[in-house]
């Protein structure tokens, strides 16, 4: 008999990004493991803030697709810059999964996705019991990232979320973090507290790579993800040195305007806004690029960018410039190059000691052969398996 698994999240596919993309492999590798799979997450609107088209109009909707349920819920959706209005977003969340709760009948295990960290609280008040395992997905330490991102500061509000924060972990029998650090921080606020290391690994065949070719000197750099004020891209595009350098935009997000402005008004630099594609779509693009850069605007703690273990898997050089956990392991698995985040005049040293011919062939499988042996989404999910 299947062992009856809910995981509720924030994001979900068709929505794309990290975040929908890791559930989505983890609900995917459960299923396949004899698990019978349900998921809650909100009506499609990530990260324009406004319902898809083709769930317009809804106030629920469940599907049956690759054998999960997918519930798909009211959100009163939002990507403002107005703090009120974003927490009425989660608020909303937060109403209709207390309302699921009360109608459905929910399994004995569950996964939980935080942050955000309100819609983690719902689930684990409302649906905390003894007979029940309630597991925390940690992905980043909130309020702790919003502090270094500068969204937050230390006041009454802040001293409110650590609380959620605190109970959340109290309440879940186990914290799956994607990073050391992350579990280092749980492990001190609650020693006893059972933890798991659970990576944002791909779930994808890596692919056979070829030389690239090029008739430029220059290196083409790439950058595919979400252009938010945490990567920093816009500030990236006014202070990278471009005399060595081709640098190459995917993706959509709060800067992205800002960036097809300074490219226009910039028709001199050698800067190309792709706009965004699906992820097979990216995958393929990527394979055409010399280096791909991974930025933060901040280090922030318990943060590893996902695009580390995704690169790696395509065999893709890294000059990673977000410093933290993220750094160790680009060094320790020799995945690239490091700056220290924030540093500017540093990354624009590091990246003049590149030379294109040694971004070679030799380099990307010697990166992908490192990725396939050490970052492995099967190996990983097996020992989560045992946990639950």
């Known amino acids: 008999m ?3 698994i809910l995981i509720i999240t924030s994001y979900f596919p068709p929505e794309i990004g990290a975040a929908s993309n890791r559930i989505y492999h983890l609900a995917e590798g459960l299923e396949k493991r004899g698990f019978k799979v349900q998921v809650i997450t909100p ?7 406004k319902i898809f088209d083709a769930y317009k109009g809804k106030f629920k909707d469940s599907t049956f697709k690759d054998n999960i349920t997918i519930h798909r819920l009211w959100i009163f959706a939002s990507n403002s810059k107005n703090k009120l209005l974003r927490l009425f977003a989660m608020m909303s969340y937060g109403f209709s999964l207390f309302w699921f709760f009360l109608w459905n009948r929910i399994p ?10 309100l819609v983690a609280f719902t689930s684990m008040f409302f649906l905390r019991s003894k007979k029940r395992k309630l597991i925390l997905n940690v992905s980043d330490l909130w309020p702790i990232a919003g502090l270094e991102l500068g969204a937050l500061k230390k006041n009454y509000s802040y001293k409110l979320l650590e609380k959620i924060e605190h109970f959340n972990y109290k309440k879940a029998n186990l914290v799956l973090g994607q990073s050391d ?23 994808f065949e890596a692919p056979q790579l070829k030389p690239i070719q090029s008739s430029s000197n220059q290196i083409k750099l790439v950058y595919a993800g979400l252009l938010g004020v945490a990567q920093g891209i816009y500030k990236l595009c006014q202070e990278l ?18 960036i097809e402005s300074f490219i226009i008004d910039n028709p001199n630099l050698p800067i190309v806004y792709h706009g965004e594609l699906s992820r097979e779509e990216l995958h393929k693009a990527l394979l055409k690029y010399d280096l791909a850069i991974i930025p933060l605007l901040n280090r922030i703690y318990g943060s ?5 273990f995704e690169y790696a898997k395509l065999g893709l050089p890294m000059l990673y410039f977000g410093g933290g956990e993220g750094e160790t392991i680009i060094n320790k698995n020799r ?13 624009n040293s590091v990246f003049s000691k590149i030379k294109k ?9 010697r990166i992908k052969s490192t990725a396939v042996n050490n970052f492995d989404f099967d190996n990983q999910l097996d020992g989560l398996e045992k946990k639950l």
Request: glycine share 6%; proline share 8%; aromatic share 12%.
């Open 43 to 49: 009506l499609p609107n990530y990260p324009t803030g």
């Open 181 to 203: 650090e992350i579990l280092t921080h749980i492990t001190k606020l609650f020693p006893e507290k059972e933890t798991f290391l659970y990576r944002n690994y791909p779930n």
């Open 2 to 4: 299947k062992k009856d």
């Open 335 to 347: 995945l690239g190059w490091v700056a220290e985040a924030g540093n500017y005049k540093e990354l």
């Open 108 to 117: 004995k295990t569950v996964i939980v996705q935080s942050p955000p960290l």
């Open 357 to 365: 011919d040694e971004l070679n062939l030799d380099l990307m499988n």
């Open 241 to 258: 040195d471009y005399s060595n350098v081709e640098f190459h935009i995917y993706g959509s997000g709060a800067e992205q305007k800002q």
């Open 304 to 308: 590893v960018p996902s695009k580390i």
